[in-house]
């Protein structure tokens, strides 16, 4: 027995909006199946609301207004210029792009040529044929369950399908640089797939940042599954650093890490007014590290919102989690971090923290850890902690003659540090300062 | 010239008066000891001076050159001249020394008009101030103070005051936690920076100190006001006779 539930206008909207672009999307019939399998799916699911207990303190029913036009098939006239500025700091790091522009490959945006170790091929050409289409939709059918990972399913436009070869080591990171861009307010779904063969190591960013004078409102949902193969080293980070003021990021990371090798994942989320920042991490194979970690900036009526599951499957992996968040304004910081450690699982070593700085008395900080552990030789620890800036700290930098609002941010970026500094990419970790630095000036 | 007239203080919050009409004159070239039992109103003083905002003045006043500082914030107060030494350092995790030292150093440097460093002119200044000081260069790398054994942070604490070249330098009980090799050194980068132009307050609960620091004049502080002052051989009376005369246990 199902109660039936009266549909949100943004639901509804999503519903019809389907059926109208359906054909514009590419895709082999499989994939086309596959597309109408998962709006079905959304239909009967609807946004999460807070009665799903994963969502409780995001409540995309009641959050999210309306469903915004998905528009990948319109042209947005760009130049390289305009890819710089959108990049803001992320211009300065050496990197090979591949840019999608409202939820389309932009090539001519691109770098140019290939990266010597890595096929990268956008999903939109690879969704049309058999074997590009089976590998960038493998797993999906398992997602359905999540209505937001469903709706990316049904309507995801573009994004990169990226193969590094076994035994490669790329000589600069592959940045995936997603612009929103226009006057015209958007939805996005992008999808990126990436494999890391045996023994490669590399460094991907991906990138979620607006063009000046865009729309102030947009919508995007991304999924990102990448597969890190044995002995493999992957620098994985994420930006999404947008300048609108009614921007939702509905973001998912699937990671799976197989034996011996290292991931490390970094988030920094900054001028989102909405966001969910999924994070699923299973362990594949024994003694793999995951270090994750990440920086949410959030002021006025922002809702930032991670939300992580790490399945210890096999013996002998070690997790570190440090999330970290400075919030002024009405602002509203959620870390939920669920670590399972499964009866296999012995010699797990795991350790999650999460840290809020808060810098007004209406912002408000939500921290629900969560250990599964059905191993019984482990070492596991979380912990979390919120704080307003340290008066006595503040007192001992102004004594020294630093006026209050540098000693303010002074002691903010140290704060925010520590987890930037898990960043093992110089270059990287001082692009991701450089934003905070402009969010906080 | 510092002036301190019928200064009292309470604290913000609650209304317990500490300090209960404190008259003070500390001339230009001169070093003043504030010696005084626990609990006398000695680091209270200190932080009222350097403008914390715990504290709140009930009565009289502060004036440093002729002005007072009571409504300058703390930042504004190290611009014209004012150094705390604090008893007990903090530690700010993450913000390297150098960091530190040098957005300090061209804060005031901004606020008195004078041309900011370059990072070589900084470098080399703070190479030869913390030699003076036996500190390595390579720990100012370190966050601050963190990680510090007692003695580096206070000689932490005079580098800073050596590089921001205060006017005022008061010195909350900066021989505390100071082996004797340490004292001596502490003590070297004091006195070093005694001149015509600086006044110095030296606050204080041992006499030991002021063997190294010698002092124009000292002032017992008990239960809020100066009880007695006078020459530096006040300090030696006091060592021998303890605080007892001022309503005091020995220690």
Not at chain 1, 264 to 273: A, E, M, S
Not at chain 1, 336 to 344: P, Y
Not at chain 2, 111 to 131: D, W, Y
């Amino acid at each position: 027995m199902t109660v039936a539930v009266m549909k949100t206008k943004a639901e509804q909207s999503f519903a019809e909006g389907f059926s109208e672009v359906q054909e514009k999307l590419p895709g082999s019939t499989a994939v086309r199946a596959i597309r109408e399998e998962a709006a079905q799916r959304f239909a009967e699911l609807g946004l999460p609301h807070r009665r799903i207990e994963e969502w409780k303190y995001t409540d995309l029913r009641n959050q999210v207004k309306d469903a915004l036009p998905p528009r990948s098939g319109e042209k947005v006239a760009m130049t390289i210029a305009d890819v710089i500025v959108a990049l803001g700091p992320l211009a300065h790091v050496d990197a090979h792009r591949v840019v999608f522009v409202n939820g389309s490959h932009r090539p001519e945006l691109s770098s140019p040529g290939g990266l010597a170790g890595v096929n990268i091929q956008s999903l939109a050409s690879a969704l049309e044929t058999a074997e590009g289409g089976n590998a960038a939709i493998a797993g999906i059918a398992s997602q359905h369950s999540d209505a937001v990972m469903a709706l990316n399913t049904a309507y995801m436009s573009d994004g990169a399908v990226v193969q590094v070869e076994a035994g490669a080591a790329l000589d600069k990171p592959l940045m995936l640089v997603h612009i929103r861009a226009g006057k015209a307010p958007c939805f996005a779904a992008v999808r990126n797939v990436i494999e890391v063969g045996a023994k490669a190591s590399a460094r991907i960013v991906e990138a979620f940042v607006s063009l000046p004078g865009a729309a102030g409102d947009g919508q995007i949902n991304t999924v990102t599954q990448v597969n890190v193969g044995e002995e493999a080293v992957v620098t994985h980070v994420k930006v999404a650093a947008d300048a609108g003021e009614g921007v939702t990021h509905l973001s998912n990371w699937m990671s799976r890490i197989a034996k011996s090798a290292e991931y490390r994942g970094f988030q920094l989320t900054q001028g989102v007014n909405l966001a969910r920042n999924q994070i699923r991490i299973d362990f594949d194979g024994e003694d793999a590290k995951l270090d994750l970690s990440g920086v949410f900036l959030g002021r006025g009526s922002d809702h930032i919102d991670t939300t992580l599951v790490v399945d210890h499957a096999v013996p002998s992996c070690e997790s570190r989690e440090l999330f970290k968040g400075v919030l002024d304004g009405n602002a509203r910081g959620i870390f939920q971090g669920k670590i399972i450690v499964q009866q296999a699982a012995q010699k797990t070593d795991g350790k999650q923290m999460s840290q809020a700085l808060l810098l007004s008395e209406n912002a408000e900080f939500d921290s629900k850890p969560e250990l599964e552990i059905f191993a019984d030789d482990v070492v596991c620890g979380h912990g979390a902690t919120c704080a307003e800036l340290d008066k006595d700290l503040m007192f001992y930098c102004q004594s020294r003659g630093i006026p209050a609002e540098i000693a303010k941010v002074l002691l903010i970026e140290s704060f925010i540090g520590e987890a930037v500094d898990q960043i093992d990419d110089e270059a990287i970790g001082e692009a991701v300062m450089a934003f905070a630095r402009g969010w906080l000036s | 010239m510092l002036e301190i007239k019928n200064l009292h203080v309470k604290i913000a919050e609650e209304d317990k008066p500490i300090l209960k009409g404190i008259d003070l004159v500390v001339p230009k070239g001169e070093v003043h000891a504030i010696m005084g039992p626990n609990g006398s109103g000695k680091s209270t003083l200190a932080y009222v001076l350097a403008g914390r905002d715990d504290y709140e003045v009930t009565d009289g006043d502060i004036l440093w050159n002729g002005e007072s500082i009571l409504e300058m914030a703390p930042d504004e107060r190290a611009a014209s001249g004012v150094f705390l030494a604090f008893q007990y350092p903090m530690e700010i995790p993450g913000v390297a020394g150098l960091t530190f030292l040098r957005t300090a150093a061209n804060a005031v440097r901004r606020k008195r008009g004078k041309e900011e460093l370059t990072t070589p002119e900084f470098m080399k200044l703070v190479k030869q101030k913390a030699g003076e000081l036996n500190i390595d260069v390579d720990m100012l790398k370190r966050p601050v103070n963190v990680g510090f054994s007692g003695g580096e942070k206070k000689r932490s604490e005079i580098l800073q005051m050596a590089l921001l070249e205060p006017t005022l330098c008061v010195l909350d009980e900066t021989d505390s936690g100071l082996d004797i090799d340490a004292l001596k050194v502490v003590s070297d980068g004091v006195n070093a920076l005694r001149s015509p132009e600086r006044a110095m307050v030296v606050i204080t609960h041992y006499q030991r100190l002021l063997n190294h620091i010698v002092p124009d004049k000292v002032h017992v502080l008990a239960h809020g006001r100066i009880q007695r002052s006078g020459g530096k051989e006040l300090a030696l009376e006091l060592e021998k006779s303890g605080y007892a005369e001022f309503g005091e246990k020995a220690a």
